[in-house]
């Protein structure tokens, strides 16, 4: 594919210019960024509505408006960010100063998922682009609109040689990753995200990897079962659970099993109407083969609510499960309105289990006992999560958003975007008016003593 290693010649030409170096070039192409996607938020809505059946209300919320909050983050601090960070500098290095500077790594890969293609193709982008470098961006070829979409904008907005597009399926990311980036970011699959890891190896290019795994929502008896049902209905009915931070099964207390499933009865109703496959508000499987793959999860499960599927729509009502830990719902992240319910009677269970399995991206505590607050999140292994809420904790900028193990490594989102695309070039200035020999060779006693006494 000429066309691909043509393109990223052109872009690393770009970057050696250092044209990206500069900082208002930076802040104007931001806001040139964030000026497009406000008068093209129609085309964005329409886009989402079309792959995955969002609501304009849904769309903005969780991925046109916390894209625009990330633009706004960039250009207000990128001239911070990019000062000279001054450190202590240690006696034994006496007339220097030390600092260290936040430099573009150069050369981006950024291969983004379906599921929310635009927030998580675009906010990795404006991290790499505030940070300096210059990027080549792979759409989901699944969320066929919505890439279509951001090709529009980002060759409307950008440069090639800063930031290119490149559309295509798994022959494109293939031969993406045999050029020699100098970062690669993806988002996906622990399956293919292994196989980025090992491209990358290749080259020794350092990577982020935002993956998934099964996020746990455990239900104390120390909570009101009705605001728990319904913040995790709220976090499983979003896109359709298709969310990588989706609560993917609950561990209620056997206690309040009852009481907690008649109030998600209740919210399936608010939320979705008594017919939830005629609802607006519930989004679609992405495609059939994940609809099939779904489909093929509920056969000969013992459903609590909910079960109804269409084929046609390629919807699927939200669904819980009455399952034991060998249900087949247990063996791999459902990515879908499908949640599995099972029962525990202490929260050493809870910790036992969780910490059994692969570490999750995310972990959902709801609980009003602070003994059980810190025991939880002190010993259970997760990327990140909350306590009596569920996936908000991503909308938070100072907070920074990744996985642990099976579930990814690094992080990003607001300073953590920028610090993720920049490398920390370390620094010590030393004053020329004093020299100390104790430093120097020949050593003796003398010299040592010196040493000692300084260096602790």
């Not at 500098?89 to 293609?117: C, D, Q």
């Not at 699959?189 to 290749?202: L, M």
């Not at 009852?258 to 609802?279: C, H, Q, R, V, W």
């Not at 990814?408 to 993720?420: F, N």
Request: charged fraction near 25%; aromatic fraction near 10%.
């Amino acid at each position: 594919m000429s066309e691909i290693n043509d393109l990223f010649a052109n872009q690393v030409s770009y970057h050696c210019t250092h044209i990206t170096n500069d900082i208002e070039l930076r802040i104007s192409t931001l806001n040139n960024l964030k000026i497009w996607i406000k008068d093209h938020d129609d085309l964005i809505t329409n886009a989402l509505k079309t792959d995955l059946g969002k609501t304009p209300t849904e769309s903005y919320m969780t991925e046109i408006g916390l894209v625009l909050d990330a633009i706004e983050y960039a250009k207000k601090n990128i001239k911070k960010f990019t000062k000279k960070q001054r450190v202590h500098t240690p006696l034994h290095e006496f007339f220097s100063r030390s600092y260290y500077i936040n430099e573009a790594y150069g050369n981006v890969l950024i291969m983004a998922p379906w599921n929310y293609p635009f927030l998580l193709s675009i906010e990795p982008l404006v991290g790499a682009v505030a940070a300096g470098n210059c990027v080549i961006l792979k759409p989901s070829e699944f969320a066929f609109e919505t890439s279509a979409v951001i090709k529009q904008m980002v060759d409307t907005v950008f440069d090639a040689g800063h930031v290119a597009v490149v559309e295509g399926g798994s022959d494109v990311a293939d031969e993406l990753l045999k050029l020699n980036f100098d970062y690669i970011f993806f988002t996906g699959s622990e399956a293919v995200g292994k196989k980025v890891y090992e491209a990358a190896a290749k080259n020794l290019t350092p990577v982020t990897l935002e993956l998934g795994g099964k996020s746990p929502a455990i239900v104390t008896e120390s909570i009101p079962t009705d605001i728990a049902a319904k913040r995790i209905l709220y976090g499983k009915g979003l896109n359709a659970g298709q969310t990588c931070v989706a609560p993917d099964y609950i561990l209620v207390q056997e206690s309040v099993k009852d009481a907690f499933m008649e109030s998600i009865k209740k919210y399936i109703t608010e939320f979705y109407g008594n017919k939830p496959l005629k609802s607006v508000n519930l989004g679609k499987i992405i495609n059939k083969k994940h609809y099939e793959r779904l489909k093929s999860l509920l056969k000969n499960q013992k459903v609590l609510v909910g079960g109804g599927i269409d084929e046609r729509s390629l919807k699927i009502e939200p669904t819980f499960v009455d399952a034991n830990f060998d249900n087949v719902l247990m063996k791999e992240e459902i990515f879908g309105p499908i949640m599995p319910v099972i029962t525990y009677s202490t929260i050493d269970e809870v910790i036992k289990y969780v910490n059994s399995k692969p570490k999750p991206l995310a972990l959902y505590l709801f609980s009003n006992m602070k003994e059980e607050q810190e025991r939880v999140t002190r010993e259970c292994h997760f990327g990140g999560g909350c306590i009596n809420d569920t996936v908000n904790h991503l909308s938070n900028h100072d907070l920074p958003f990744g996985g642990v193990g099976a579930s990814g490594m690094g992080a990003y989102h607001g300073k953590y975007s920028l610090e993720t695309f920049s490398h920390k070039k370390a620094i010590m200035h030393k004053g020329t008016r004093i020299d100390t020999p104790y430093r120097y060779y020949p050593f003796n006693e003398k010299k040592a003593k010196m040493i000692k006494r300084s260096v602790k």
